[in-house]
């Protein structure tokens, strides 16, 4: 069955400062999907980005951008120059027949 | 990408009772999510709704309990039905696809006392 692993339950970051969250995932299928979305205290959830996993080069989204090892299964997302409005909760996200397995999230504060 | 409509954003209700949750799309979809978020958990999914035909519900999750309509290409419904304290979760559509991501409502935070 399809996991995703999230094992940083808190991070926090300095304004301005770049950060990095992590996300692992099981899966036996060659060809998928990776989202990260954020979930600021709104609830809205948020596309950051996504990655096809039959693309190497990296996704990158402005300030977002991931590192995605498909051998290693990981897919970390970083964000670079940290603004107080990144603050949120972050869910790494697989997409397996139409349906997104979430990881349990990262919450990331932002410190001024 | 779409734009949902979804309401309530909350209610409180009593146990027994059953609410429910509307999502509009601003555009016509095959498929409408809905998914559940506990108090301080990830989301998991609740079932697929395609219009004409019943939804699919994923392991754990029951028709009686979470009964779903799918109208029209544009609009869905989910019901909690005879609630009780546990049920207590935000409830969230979605709709989408691998190629744009997905978007999700705005969440409806359902409080059973």
């Known amino acids: 069955a399809q996991t995703v692993t999230q094992s940083q339950p808190e991070m926090s970051v300095q304004e301005a400062e770049t950060v990095t969250l992590s996300c692992t995932y099981d899966?036996?299928?060659?060809?998928?999907?990776l989202f990260w979305y954020k979930q600021p205290p709104s609830r809205q959830m948020i596309l950051v980005i996504r990655q096809e996993a039959y693309k190497q080069q990296n996704a990158t989204e402005n300030r977002f951008s991931v590192n995605f090892q498909k051998a290693a299964k990981s897919f970390s997302l970083k964000i670079s120059d940290s603004q107080l409005g990144d603050a949120a909760m972050y869910f790494c996200a697989y997409e397996w027949t139409d349906k997104l397995i979430f990881g349990t999230g990262t919450r990331l504060q932002v410190f001024p | 990408s779409a734009v949902i409509s979804q309401k309530p954003s909350r209610d409180i209700c009593q146990r027994g009772t059953s609410l429910t949750i509307q999502c509009q799309v601003d555009s016509q979809v095959t498929m409408m999510f809905w998914y559940r978020q506990q108090p301080g958990q990830s989301l998991t999914l609740i079932a697929t709704a395609n219009q004409g035909s019943e939804a699919t519900y994923e392991s754990g999750f029951v028709i009686d309990k979470f009964p779903i309509s799918r109208p029209n290409l544009t609009f869905s419904t989910l019901t909690v039905s005879n609630m009780s304290p546990e049920d207590s979760s935000i409830y969230l559509c979605?709709?989408?696809?691998?190629?744009?991501?997905?978007?999700f409502g705005s969440g409806t935070r359902l409080t059973v006392v």
């Open positions: 979605s709709v989408g696809g691998s190629l744009y991501g997905y978007t």
């Open positions: 899966t036996s299928e060659s060809d998928y999907y």
